[in-house]
């Protein structure tokens, strides 16, 4: 009776071991290793971030509503566009990217979390420590960086005491970044469930997938750039100056060797996300899955090569125009690819208008108006007009906002209820995507017009020919960042309570493993690899 | 009752994890190093 007892006891405190919730407190989120948990901190400080990044957007149009100086000097204002860029393309879009991942491959892949919990915290508390940097930058004497996000030199080097903490927590985003990628590879390559080979992996884990590669292969390259640049401020080496032999060209080629992937670092995952919505609400499996697959990976791999299309004006010999013009050009191709099926996925569908699908809907539209306007600029002698002008200010914006980050609201809007276990309020989300859908248009396609009339970027100040535009640009944007705030209510209200969401989530059926456990998922889930047909 | 990853998984996380980050360090240092020798003497 004792032995069996101590052997229930026992048996008790194993099935306790591994069946344990989160732990309370404060420490569960310094100390979780679970995905959910880690998924929701970079969902949390990612949208923090888009709220800083976006309030320093507002001081920028607000500054921009008239012509003449009104509120910043120039000085900080050029601190703003260089910190807004680093905080949305680091701080706000990719962690969102990484937070969506976090949360949903091993839902989708049935593994019971990433293959390295303790380094998936780590990669967290790291970036959270990078922009902590960053921003406590901008309180250093002489100011924050201001020299774009480029951080092209000579110009950078002039940066005062904030240089050192800027390039520290560049160094610490991209080796949070690099961590994460690793986590990202090794758990889709290793922890699938039986059963779900590569190509029958969710669209959204195979984007990842293929962005963590890119991370891997680019993120090292910008360290190397940047490492060199503090090398170069403080220790006297010239790779980037002139007067000692280097060269800050080089500097540019290096930049964008690295930043050009970057762009698809943050809009494949978005792909991904739109590639599992609208065949959910078109009630119709994804058109063209395996060439969505092979469209996903030329353009990762077209995106090494097109790099100096964002430097023909450094001046560079033909030959070399010529190529970077037709290779970029070129990525129009898998871009069609993916915009021609997603629009087949919908031919004939039984279609209905949740917000994720508004918002996927929308990505449709707008990021292929950005794909457009990057065509046009790919074109090099066409390009000399509109270099360093708001026509490019305008093409990656929409490449960005309506692209990658309406694609990550309607990730969250699809996925919100299987975290929370609550419907969210659809009247209110169906406002936010108006609001934001019609004011993010307001705001930069004016862009266009002010860029192709010669208004450069990065200046605090205007002629007065342009001051109509801008005065409409600012109004959208002070619309669109007004209006996410009722994004932050309709999570905030959804995370406190709402009806209840099942499993399944939509009447739309949706595919996939994720919808299979309960809504909320568990804190646990696929302790017993799911087997998949 | 949870199951973890087997030995077998383990052993291919690790070399993985190994091989992907080698890859990163070794894209680092060579970009640098690269530099440093075309760098005027």
Redesign the interface.
């Given at each position: 009776m004792s032995s069996t007892h101590q052997h229930g006891h026992a048996a008790h405190d194993h099935a306790d071991h591994d069946d344990h919730g989160p732990a309370k407190g404060v420490m569960r989120w310094l100390t979780t290793t679970n995905h959910k948990d880690i998924g929701t901190m970079y969902l949390v400080f990612s949208l923090v971030m888009f709220l800083v990044g976006g309030a320093m957007a507002l001081l920028i149009r607000a500054e921009l509503f008239m012509p003449g100086m009104q509120l910043v000097d120039p000085g900080f204002f050029n601190t703003m566009t260089t910190v807004h860029a680093l905080i949305m393309v680091f701080g706000a879009v990719m962690p969102a990217t990484v937070g969506l991942a976090n949360w949903m491959i091993p839902l989708q892949i049935g593994a019971p979390d990433m293959a390295l919990p303790r380094m998936n915290n780590f990669s967290f508390w790291l970036l959270v420590s990078a922009f902590s940097l960053l921003i406590l930058s901008l309180f250093m004497p002489g100011g924050g960086p201001a020299s774009g996000w480029t951080l092209y030199p000579p110009l950078v080097l002039q940066t005062g005491d904030a240089f050192p903490l800027a390039i520290f927590a560049i160094h610490l985003a991209g080796a949070s970044s690099i961590m994460g990628s690793i986590n990202i590879i090794v758990t889709i390559m290793n922890l699938r469930a039986p059963g779900m080979s590569l190509l029958k992996m969710p669209l959204f884990v195979w984007t990842w997938l293929i962005t963590a590669y890119l991370l891997i292969a680019v993120m090292p390259v910008f360290a190397g750039a940047v490492t060199m640049l503090l090398t170069d401020h403080f220790f006297h080496t010239t790779f980037f100056a002139a007067s000692g032999g280097g060269d800050p060209v080089l500097y540019q080629h290096i930049f964008w060797f690295f930043g050009h992937p970057e762009v698809y670092i943050m809009i494949l995952p978005a792909f991904g996300i739109v590639s599992e919505i609208i065949p959910t609400f078109s009630r119709k499996p994804l058109f063209g899955y395996d060439s969505m697959v092979y469209a996903t990976a030329s353009i990762a791999f077209l995106s090494f090569i097109v790099w100096a299309h964002h430097m023909f004006t450094v001046g560079m010999p033909l030959a070399g125009e010529m190529f970077f013009m037709l290779s970029t050009m070129l990525i129009a191709v898998p871009t069609g690819v993916k915009v021609f099926n997603w629009t087949a996925t919908m031919w004939k569908g039984s279609l209905s208008f949740e917000p994720p699908m508004l918002f996927a809907l929308a990505f449709l539209f707008l990021f292929t108006i950005g794909g457009f306007s990057g065509l046009m600029m790919a074109i090099a002698p066409v390009d000399f007009q509109y270099h360093d002008t708001y026509f490019i200010v305008a093409h990656f914006h929409y490449v960005l906002v309506p692209g990658a980050v309406f694609a990550i609201m309607a990730g969250v809007y699809y996925w919100l209820p299987k975290w929370t276990g609550h419907m969210y309020d659809m009247k209110l989300a169906n406002r936010h995507f108006w609001l934001s859908a019609i004011f993010v248009n307001v705001l930069f396609f004016p862009q266009h017009f002010l860029g192709l009339a010669g208004m450069p970027r990065r200046i605090p100040d205007y002629s007065t020919q342009f001051a109509d535009w801008n005065m409409i640009s600012s109004i959208g944007g002070f619309g669109f960042g007004l209006s996410q705030l009722l994004f932050v209510y309709v999570i905030w209200k959804c995370a406190k309570g709402g009806a209840r969401a099942t499993a399944e989530v939509w009447d739309a059926r949706p595919k996939g493993l994720e919808w299979t456990v309960p809504s909320p998922a568990p804190y646990h889930t696929f302790e017993q690899a799911p087997v998949v047909k | 009752?949870?199951?973890?990853?087997t030995a077998e998984?383990r052993r291919?996380?690790r070399r993985?994890?190994v091989l992907?980050?080698l890859?990163?360090?070794g894209?680092?240092v060579a970009?640098?190093a690269s530099?440093v020798l075309k760098?005027?003497h």
């Open positions: - | 009752m949870s199951q973890g990853p998984q291919r996380i993985t994890t992907l980050a890859t990163a360090l894209i680092y970009f640098i530099s760098a005027p």
